[in-house]
């Protein structure tokens, strides 16, 4: 029972009951019918008489429920209207900055683990990317995000669809950003039984989570450091599989859940689990500005924002503009950029002289170089290139010695010019 009905659908059941499309007179008939199904004992516990006897009601197993409540709809709508401090405008946090675009330019880069001290803009700066998101195709309401051309990000139903030959309605939309709250459940996370469709239609419907949401956008999760175990199986799970597996009830339920990973926390408030840091493609550390006019700087502008949000964003409107054009440009010439073999051999040499563990350092060094020549407008992957990422890409692979003292950081860039000089 525990299982079945949570906090959140005993919610929708009471506030469900009193209004439409329940009058007074069915509340009776439907508890009864659905008594041997769910237990008296909770509706009795929620005042609704219950008939005995043995009920007559079946529960039918469907597909997963496709569509999506008008209530999500109104609050999708809702927070896209929600004034967001523009990315043009944050000062300082170059390194933070760029591992975001990069895996805005290529998500097959991996996600990034944004560190470092309090009150220093990284929520700000990851939830500013809600401006640049570019537009993708996905097939009109499917609620997993389906892309119509690769079948490896559709859910179940679209590719049945496609198997036989229907036609699928294709709309452009913006790549969702999802925020994973630290105390969500997993049901919420992974998706359960619609609750609502099982007493109105007397089915077993899915009803998709956060990572259905999040397939092919970010899933952005905040202190994820302080994320509770149970969620980072969850995470980890999906990270390395690309699905979802959903087991409810007699529902065995999957589903794709590629996404963007973004994290950030305070290494004050704990270490994340090495299973969990691996997964992320990029590393960024952020400090605290320590130049007194820059900090005036960043004071200023932020209190003109809260002054007045709408006018604030209007002055980097013409900057948000150019660099989401430049976004959105690199994207599609990203498949043209091309690297060195020499280039190739050179940074698995790093790799493999700092004794990285497993071959995810060489895969995401060499996509996020290409990303980064992409963004510059060039076709072809320099020294340079590397060199700017491959600090990002490879510090949070190294083992920790407990006597070193020197950042990690530096360790890569120290190997990396002597293996490229």
């Known amino acids: 029972m525990a299982g079945l009905l949570g906090a959140s659908s005993a919610a929708i059941l009471v506030s469900r009951f009193p209004s439409s499309p329940y009058s007074k007179s069915s509340i009776p008939a439907l508890a009864s019918t659905t008594g041997q199904v769910y237990g008296r004992k909770f509706y009795r516990g929620l005042g609704i008489p219950v008939k005995k006897g043995r009920s007559q009601f079946h529960v039918a197993i469907t597909n997963v429920a496709t569509e999506i409540s008008p209530a999500d709809q109104k609050l999708a709508s809702k927070e896209s209207q929600r004034p967001v401090y523009p990315f043009s405008a944050i000062v300082g946090q170059d390194e933070m900055k760029l591992c975001l675009l990069l895996n805005v330019i290529d998500p097959k880069v991996g996600g990034v683990m944004i560190m470092g001290d309090r009150g220093t803009g990284k929520s700000t700066t990851v939830?500013?990317?809600v401006d640049l998101l570019p537009q993708i195709k996905v097939v009109s309401g499917d609620p997993f995000n389906s892309d119509p051309e690769d079948p490896e990000t559709?859910?179940?139903?679209?590719?049945?669809?496609?198997?036989?030959?229907?036609?699928?309605?294709v709309v452009m939309t913006k790549i969702n950003m999802v925020d994973l709250p630290l105390g969500a459940t997993e049901?919420?996370?992974?998706?359960?039984i619609d609750i609502e469709k099982a007493l109105t239609e007397g089915v077993k419907a899915f009803e998709p989570g956060l990572l259905a949401k999040a397939n092919r956008g970010i899933l952005y999760v905040d202190e994820?450091?302080?994320?509770?175990?149970?969620?980072?199986?969850?995470?980890?799970?999906?990270?390395?599989?690309?699905?979802?597996t959903v087991e409810r009830e007699g529902i065995s339920i999957s589903h794709p859940a590629r996404f963007i990973l973004i994290g950030s926390g305070n290494p004050e408030e704990g270490e994340l689990r090495p299973q969990l840091l691996d997964r992320f493609g990029m590393h960024a550390q952020v400090g605290t500005v320590?130049?007194?006019?820059?900090?005036v700087k960043i004071?200023?502008?932020r209190a003109r924002f809260d002054q007045n949000p709408k006018e604030f964003r209007e002055t980097y409107k013409a900057e948000q503009d150019k660099l989401q054009e430049q976004i959105s440009s690199a994207r599609s010439s990203l498949?043209?950029?091309?690297?060195?073999?020499?280039?190739?051999v050179k940074i698995s040499r790093v790799c493999a002289e700092l004794n990285v563990d497993g071959l995810r350092g060489d895969i995401v060094t060499n996509r996020a170089a290409k990303a980064l020549a992409?963004?510059?407008?060039?076709?072809?992957?320099?020294?340079?290139d590397i060199a700017t990422v491959i600090p990002n890409c490879l510090r949070h692979r190294l083992r920790k010695d407990p006597l070193e003292s020197i950042d990690s950081g530096l360790l890569v860039i120290e190997k990396f010019y002597e293996v490229f000089s």
């Open 154 to 169: 559709m859910g179940m139903e679209v590719r049945e669809s496609v198997l036989k030959g229907d036609e699928l309605t």
């Open 290 to 295: 320590r130049d007194a006019e820059l900090r």
């Open 335 to 344: 498949s043209s950029v091309q690297i060195d073999r020499d280039l190739l």
């Open 299 to 301: 004071v200023e502008e």
């Open 374 to 384: 992409a963004l510059k407008g060039r076709d072809k992957v320099t020294a340079e």
């Open 224 to 244: 994820v450091n302080l994320l509770d175990d149970h969620l980072v199986d969850v995470l980890l799970d999906s990270a390395a599989s690309g699905w979802n």
């Open 127 to 129: 939830r500013s990317l």
């Open 187 to 192: 049901d919420r996370v992974c998706g359960t």
